[in-house]
């Protein structure tokens, strides 16, 4: 039988918000996260009860995160200040935003495997499958994702990043 909607979004929150700000950055990942998990509860009823929920949901949230950056690009608008302040909920290290831009600047199959398997956790096999490639370039994608951040990013080797 499968849990009530409500314990799947209690279980899985957090990683789909985590991969939502890996793929768009802080300000845009709560509007994804919540079309997300608006999706899938119009589809859960269907989904079958083997079916990987982590998965299923990471990859909602990639295709919420192609239509943000569809519409920004369509409809880019410049502010000079932002009207709150985004919670910390779900940045890796809380409050240690110049590794969250250190993600956010990394090529874009670098950051989607690095997403995928340091924040939502995800086999290179699960990886490869959301990606449309093979295991071995998804793993490669986070190898090179990873050196990238060692090289850029002081605080890497600090932080917890290993493969």
Same mark, same amino acid.
């Given at each position: 039988?499968?849990?009530?909607?409500?314990?799947?979004?209690?279980?899985?929150? @957090?990683?789909? /918000?985590?991969?939502?700000?890996?793929? $768009? !950055? &802080?300000?845009?990942? #709560? %509007?994804?996260?919540?079309?997300?998990?608006?999706?899938?509860?119009?589809?859960?009823?269907?989904?079958?009860?083997?079916?990987?929920?982590?998965?299923?949901?990471?990859?909602?949230?990639?295709?919420?995160?192609?239509?943000?950056?569809?519409?920004?690009?369509?409809?880019?608008?410049? @502010?000079?200040? /932002?009207?709150?302040?985004?919670?910390? $909920? !779900? &940045?890796?290290?809380? #409050? %240690?935003?110049?590794?969250?831009?250190?993600?956010?600047?990394?090529?874009?199959?670098?950051?989607?495997?690095?997403?995928?398997?340091?924040?939502?956790?995800?086999?290179?096999?699960?990886?490869?499958?959301?990606?449309?490639?093979?295991?071995?370039?998804?793993?490669?994608?986070?190898?090179?994702?990873?050196?990238?951040?060692?090289?850029?990013?002081? !605080?890497?080797?600090?932080?917890?990043?290993?493969?």
């Amino acid at each position: 039988m499968k849990q009530p909607f409500e314990k799947v979004v209690a279980r899985h929150g @957090v990683t789909v /918000l985590r991969v939502c700000r890996a793929l $768009l !950055g &802080v300000h845009d990942a #709560d %509007d994804a996260w919540s079309e997300t998990f608006l999706s899938a509860l119009r589809a859960y009823p269907d989904l079958p009860e083997t079916a990987n929920v982590e998965a299923w949901l990471v990859t909602i949230a990639r295709r919420k995160a192609i239509d943000v950056h569809r519409a920004t690009k369509r409809n880019a608008v410049a @502010v000079e200040a /932002l009207p709150e302040t985004p919670s910390d $909920l !779900g &940045v890796p290290g809380g #409050d %240690d935003t110049d590794l969250w831009d250190a993600v956010v600047r990394l090529p874009d199959k670098q950051r989607q495997a690095i997403t995928y398997r340091y924040l939502a956790g995800m086999s290179h096999a699960e990886i490869a499958a959301i990606l449309g490639g093979t295991v071995d370039a998804a793993r490669r994608a986070a190898a090179d994702g990873l050196n990238t951040l060692r090289k850029g990013y002081p !605080g890497a080797h600090a932080k917890g990043a290993s493969s």
